[in-house]
């Protein structure tokens, strides 16, 4: 009986994995990191980038963050971008419109606290 238990969850977290669509996908160029007296900004190094790739998804009308352990995020809609909120609390990802430009590499930032200071993320 355990294992039938078992293997219907797996196959509802797996149909629930397969729902999801990507809602949105940056790729950081620059770094900066705030803490108490330091603030520094670097670009990241093109072997990075990958691995600090942004992945939002969303199921029906739930969105997560997918490259910070699935986090479940608000979406917030103002026209000239669209901000995702970490329902923890613990960042945010702000998206610019196609019709909005601040500069060729920036159409996005992903902000995340870090104990008492953050890391933005900025990239296209």
């Known amino acids: 009986m ?3 238990v ?3 969850v797996a196959l509802f977290v797996s149909a629930s994995a397969a729902a999801a669509e990507t809602e949105f996908e940056g790729t950081p160029q ?3 990191e705030v803490t108490l007296g330091a603030t520094t900004s670097e670009a990241v190094p093109r072997d990075e980038r990958e691995k600090r790739r ?12 997918a490259s910070r352990n699935n986090t479940p995020l608000y979406k917030l809609d103002s026209g000239d971008y669209v901000t995702y909120v970490a329902a923890t609390g613990v960042g945010y990802v702000r998206v610019l419109s196609p019709r909005k430009s601040i500069g060729r590499n920036v159409r996005y930032m992903e902000h995340l606290t ?3 200071g953050s890391i933005t993320y900025f990239g296209k």
């Open 54 to 65: 942004v992945v939002i998804t969303r199921d029906g009308d739930k969105y997560f963050w």
């Open 2 to 4: 355990r294992n039938v």
């Open 30 to 32: 620059t770094k900066v």
């Open 114 to 116: 870090v104990q008492m």
């Open 6 to 8: 078992l293997a219907v």
